[in-house]
């Protein structure tokens, strides 16, 4: 329970809406500017509940410098209920835009199950060949449902 002081010098619990306030805040606190990511748990910390809330697919980019410092994190596709359509392109052209040494790229299973599918473990190869190209590193692929998957924890980066 949060709680508040009133006007009166009296603390009383907080009012959801104040609760909500509060947290969307920190989130935001965490993913700002120059913030720095030190590994897999502090990704999942941050993105988590920035692409839990959707209903349908969503697909962001964690775009950092050299010393893994948050350059932006930007939502970059929506999908349908069960899939989202990735364009490498638009992900490289961000990279470059932003100077960004390294990505964490992450998207959100609105069933809940973070296990990821095939077309998830080929994309995730793909974009690291694709942006190994030009210097950016793929550090994750974060996958979020009821719970965060780190693709690069569970081995699927190597």
Known sequence: MI?????????????????????????????????????????????????????????????????????????????????ATVHPREIAKEALQLNAAAVILAHNHPSGVVDPSVNDIELTAKLKEILQIIDVRVLDHLVIGDTTLSMADAGYLS
Request: charged share 25%; aromatic share 12%; with cysteine.
């Open 3 to 83: 709680y508040v002081q009133n006007e009166d010098g009296e603390y009383l619990p907080a009012p959801k809406e104040t609760v909500i306030s509060e947290a969307k805040r920190l989130l935001k606190y965490q993913l700002r500017r120059g913030s720095t990511i030190r590994n897999s748990t502090d990704a999942k910390e941050a993105i988590h509940h920035k692409l839990m809330q959707y209903q349908c697919e969503m697909f962001g980019c964690l775009f950092l410098d050299n010393q893994y410092r948050v350059l932006a994190f930007k939502e970059m596709f929506r999908g349908t209920i069960n899939s």
